[in-house]
């Protein structure tokens, strides 16, 4: 079994900022991709950022040079660091993370979410 638990949301004003954690644990043999996602009430779910496994990055252009994507192989994690938050930066944030599992093959895992609230 693989499990991800999501950590870091909460409420914060504008200008401030957030890091997001998540965490795979399990059976897992190699952690490939992650991103972060997020969505807002009535709105679809979207790509804020992503990692490979070289550590190449990419961002949405409303997060990029604000939100920094990082992650720590040995303990499986990536993070998510949100500078200048704005109030359109609200939403539940999920951790996605495609990894090869001890019995092989590639899945995708999902978090829980965690719910980011900027006030103006």
């Known amino acids: 079994q693989v499990q991800l638990v999501e950590s870091g949301g909460g409420l914060v004003q504008a200008g401030g900022s957030l890091k997001l954690s998540c965490a795979a644990s399990?059976?897992?043999?190699?952690?490939?991709?992650e991103g972060w996602y997020r969505q807002a009430p009535g709105k679809q779910r979207e790509l804020v950022a992503a990692?490979?496994?070289?550590?190449?990055?990419n961002y949405s252009d409303s997060v990029k040079g604000r939100f920094t994507i990082s992650r720590d192989n040995a303990k499986n994690t990536v993070h998510l660091q949100m500078n200048s938050l704005k109030p359109e930066d609200t939403a539940v944030y999920y951790c996605n993370v495609n990894l090869t599992p001890v019995w092989g093959g590639e899945y995708d895992y999902w978090g829980q979410g965690t719910q980011v609230t900027v006030s103006s």
């Open positions: 399990g059976s897992i043999f190699r952690v490939n991709a």
């Open positions: 990692i490979t496994s070289g550590g190449s990055t």
